[in-house]
């Protein structure tokens, strides 16, 4: 069973615009990582924010992490065509199972139009 | 570093048929995992190597599946009498041990089309 839950499941925005995809995930953490896959591709990872911190930037990406809800955001700025893929979070839970093995979420398909 | 490689990238079979995916992690990641991932889901855990040791395997994981990582390094993941169910992308990732090195190194996957 997938751990974390996107939403929206898709998001449709010019170019320019600010998107923001939310997760919400269910068991405690350690970590959580946001991960971007273009169409039939593998994952890239994009960003990991510790369960002890609340927000983390790079780049053009700003991601928030609130333990109390158990939800985490992620906001790309100032997007671009090439920004079109599908998002995924990932929890880690850190308590020894699995090696640390990650739960992703069913990802939000981002469509960024010119 | 050249980063994780899948072969092959795409394999088409009959349903019956045995088939074999091939994983090289980054050099010197001891860790290694396999997930799978079906059309609008995100990937699924499947199993974990730490160096050649298999430690952990997913409920996914049927009798039919088997990995090995024999050397520590490269792994297989072999599908026995494929099922049109088993259509899906397989992954690799990589990572290194210790702590502050969470970060999966993704592959670019192995789809498997089942007829």
């Known amino acids: 069973s997938q751990q974390g839950e996107e939403d929206p499941q898709a998001l449709s925005i010019q170019e320019g615009e600010n998107a923001t995809m939310n997760c919400s995930y269910k068991t405690s953490i350690n970590n959580l990582q946001w991960y971007r896959q273009n169409s039939g591709r593998g994952l890239v990872h994009l960003i990991l924010i510790r369960s002890n911190e609340r927000e983390k930037h790079s780049g053009r990406l700003r991601v928030t992490l609130d333990t109390s809800k158990k939800s985490s955001s992620l906001l790309i700025t100032a997007s671009r065509a090439a920004d079109t893929a599908s998002y995924f979070c990932a929890t880690d839970p850190g308590n020894g199972w699995s090696g640390y093995a990650l739960n992703f979420g069913k990802g939000t398909s981002l469509l960024v139009t010119p | 570093d050249t980063g994780v490689s899948q072969d092959p990238r795409h394999k088409i079979t009959k349903r019956g048929q045995n088939v074999t995916f091939r994983c090289d992690p980054i050099?010197?990641?001891?860790?290694l995992y396999w997930y799978r991932q079906t059309l609008g889901q995100g990937p699924e855990f499947l199993t974990y190597?730490?160096?050649?040791?298999?430690?952990?395997k997913s409920r996914l994981l049927s009798d039919r599946f088997s990995a090995e990582r024999p050397k520590g390094s490269f792994s297989t993941l072999e599908i026995q009498r494929t099922e049109q169910g088993d259509s899906a992308m397989y992954l690799c990732?990589?990572?290194?041990?210790?702590?502050?090195?969470?970060?999966?190194?993704f592959g670019p996957g192995t789809r498997l089309l089942v007829l």
């Open positions: 050099s010197e990641h001891n860790r």
């Open positions: 990732a990589s990572r290194p041990d210790g702590q502050n090195q969470e970060t999966q190194y």
């Open positions: 190597f730490q160096n050649e040791a298999q430690l952990e």
